[in-house]
């Protein structure tokens, strides 16, 4: 035990030689291999002939290529951790030192009167400084190795490990692996669909077939767990991948695409679970936020709905754009606690204002702009769910058109010069009291613009994935309740994009709008929701009709078989971003008619006149399809699965379970959590 502990202490420091042994190392090797290089050549010790002019070669080459060396930045190098580039690196000096040396060498051999330089000479030398710089160093990097393999603690258990994809991030997932054997893997090999590399290695590991092969690799070798290390997959290669795991019982994990690692190296630890986004059917949408960072830092920006899934994100990319102030409106108190010291932790040298307030309360919001001064808003607050607002259309109309009115007319009044709301694609062709609320948010957001001459623009969403309320998480908690998870309908299709999309989107829209513009991502393909519900299922590790039913329960009071991204005869285009479409069409309708609707519509609705508020909406919308409202004006009767309890002397009716809720843009005015409840 005593011998293996000096041997273990003695590699950990010989991999750890600091670079002063090596230059000690350098200086005595460079001019023994420009010496060597004229025994070599002339084949004898005695160099007689030669004798001065291979002392002259020694001297010159420590003279030039120490200095070329230290320039290089070689002794600025952790050697253990030597690969490609450090060999070139050592490679590029070597080269550059015999070029000079054999200049130096021949220009005092003339002035000194000493025979000329042999020609191979400087070639022999070339290969002897190539090799006396580089094998001490890769000696370390093998050194350290053996440390890393036989001295490093490793787990009890090791999990034998598949990797799929045998390209540039495979190759790194294995070195990552060999160099950590704390983290637990057992690397048995790859599989890759590449035929010129199946049979063959890839640093130590064989490339064992095709991604079909996946089941039979699987069973063959015993494999507990498989890695996709393929950042470029479409969705639909990772979907193939999944479900060739898909009743084997192994644990499926991505490496997440490069945009995702701040530091932009593929590691190990940033392995993950597959999840839904990683099936959507289109690559990731990235974004320069250059423009972006330029337009924010050290300006005062507020955000409403500053607590919920969207107004969150926004408040943390905001933040690390450097402004000089960041403005947390929002009426769910726990949610702006938590954003605020999330952001206080984050970002300490950044000044943020939790404020708790309705945007519906214009006293208070006046307030809020006279002392804080905001100068760019980014409006996330509102009501989202369709079948709620069905049931609730009065709490639509004053909290998304009325909100929104206000937090114009203070923009406005107190000089802000950028306004973005935060809007749906259930506004365009509204079938829903949620839809045609924001789209009337967006009629007056185009207004305001129009008079302000100021870059007040509004933005649609599809669904985003992951928002609280939406459907993902429900079918989560669906299937671990055991089911069965419900759909509406068998043909129900949705756009969806990922928080982190929708909040790129929104800051682009900030800084591309010149004012009045709508802008709308380009989310691909729509998506049906049962598929949608079947990668749910699968990524649980079950099968579809036999661990969890899908159950159709019929489409919901305000509810789109499809969605639509633009009104028709709306004129678009894309902009810069080629992911980012633009409309500009101007409103028809007369602006002072705009607002004597739109304050008639806000009376209608506090006074719970619902013919009277579904008669100026359709005013006010005339795009609305047709059968809008019909939902409402019926008599309310109770669905499957509602009750009715009595609390305090009156009826209230409240869901067993939520109901199947769209992904939106999350409400803040009053949190998401709370209007879902």
């Known amino acids: 035990m005593r011998t293996e502990s000096w041997w273990r202490h003695t590699v950990k420091r010989v991999a750890r030689l600091r670079n002063r042994y090596l230059l000690t190392l350098d200086i005595l090797l460079i001019p023994l291999a420009a010496h060597l290089a004229f025994v070599l050549r002339l084949e004898k010790f005695d160099l007689g ?120 991030a495979g190759r790194m997932v294995l070195r990552e692996v060999e160099q950590n054997p704390q983290l637990g893997m057992e690397l048995v090999g790859f599989a890759d669909d590449d035929a010129r590399k199946q049979g063959l290695f890839i640093g130590s590991l064989r490339v064992l077939g095709g991604v079909k092969d996946i089941p039979e690799l699987i069973r063959r070798n015993r494999i507990e767990q498989v890695l996709i290390a393929i950042p470029s997959a479409s969705a639909r290669e990772i979907r193939d991948i999944v479900n060739y795991c898909q009743g084997t019982g192994v644990q499926t994990l991505i490496l997440p695409g490069f945009y995702e690692l701040l530091s932009g190296r593929v590691k190990v630890q940033a392995l993950r679970p597959v999840r839904v986004e990683d099936l959507l059917s289109r690559k990731p949408i990235y974004t320069d936020i250059s423009r972006v960072t330029t337009l924010l830092r050290g300006r005062r920006v507020m955000v409403t709905g500053a607590g919920g899934s969207i107004g969150s994100e926004l408040c943390r990319q905001i933040a690390s754009c450097s402004p000089g102030a960041l403005i947390l409106v929002g009426h769910g108190e726990n949610s702006i606690f938590h954003i605020h010291n999330e952001l206080k932790r984050d970002f300490p040298d950044i000044e943020t204002r939790p404020v708790i307030a309705d945007i519906r309360d214009v006293p208070r919001l006046h307030g809020i702009f006279a002392t804080l001064k905001p100068e760019i808003i980014f409006h996330a607050a509102a009501h989202k769910h369709v079948p709620l607002m069905e049931r609730n259309p009065q709490e639509a109309v004053t909290n998304n058109v009325a909100g929104t ?197 806000l009376e209608a609705a506090q006074h719970d006149d619902l013919d009277e508020v579904i008669r100026l909406i359709e005013t006010i919308v005339p795009e609305c399809s047709p059968g809008f409202g019909d939902n409402i004006k019926q008599p309310l009767k109770l669905e499957p699965g509602v009750r009715i309890t009595k609390q305090r002397e009156a009826l209230v009716i409240a869901p067993v379970a939520d109901a199947l809720a769209d992904d939106r843009p999350e409400n803040s005015a009053r949190d998401s959590a709370d209007s879902t409840a």
């Open 405 to 601: 009115r206000n937090l114009l007319q203070l923009a406005m009044s107190h000089g802000a010069s950028h306004f973005v709301l935060i809007s749906t694609d259930k506004a365009v062709h509204p079938t829903s009291i949620m839809g045609a609320t924001k789209r009337i948010a967006e009629l007056l957001v185009q207004d305001a613009a129009r008079r302000s001459g100021r870059c007040f623009v509004a933005v649609r969403f599809g669904n985003v994935l992951g928002s609280r309320g939406s459907v993902v998480p429900l079918f989560q908690k669906q299937i671990a309740a055991g089911g069965p998870v419900t759909v509406t309908h068998p043909e129900i299709s949705r756009y969806f994009m990922t928080i982190p999309e929708a909040v790129q989107l929104v800051l682009q829209a900030a800084a591309l709008g010149n004012g009045s513009e709508v802008f709308v991502l380009d989310m691909g393909e729509p998506v049906k929701i049962v598929d949608l519900a079947r990668d749910v299922i699968r990524l649980a590790g079950l099968r579809e009709g036999e661990d969890i039913e899908i159950v159709f329960t019929g489409l919901r009071p305000g509810e789109k078989l499809y969605e639509e991204l633009f009104i028709e005869g709306e004129h678009h285009r894309r902009t810069l971003h080629e992911k980012v479409f633009v409309s500009t069409t101007e409103y028809r309708q007369n602006p002072t008619l705009l607002h004597e609707n739109v304050t008639t519509l």
């Open 49 to 168: 002939y030669y004798a001065q002019l291979a002392w002259l070669s020694a001297g010159i080459a420590i003279a030039i290529k120490i200095p070329l060396l230290a320039a290089l930045g070689v002794y600025a190098r952790y050697w253990a951790f030597a690969g490609i580039p450090e060999v070139a690196l050592l490679l590029e000096a070597a080269v550059v030192g015999a070029f000079l040396q054999a200049g130096g060498v021949s220009v005092f051999a003339n002035l000194f009167g000493l025979p000329p330089l042999p020609r191979s000479v400087p070639l022999i030398d070339l290969l002897l400084t190539t090799t006396v710089i580089t094998a001490p160093r890769l000696a370390l990097r093998w050194v350290y190795s053996i440390y890393q393999n036989h001295y490093t603690p490793r787990p009890a258990s090791m999990r034998r490990v598949l990797i799929v994809g045998a390209g540039e």
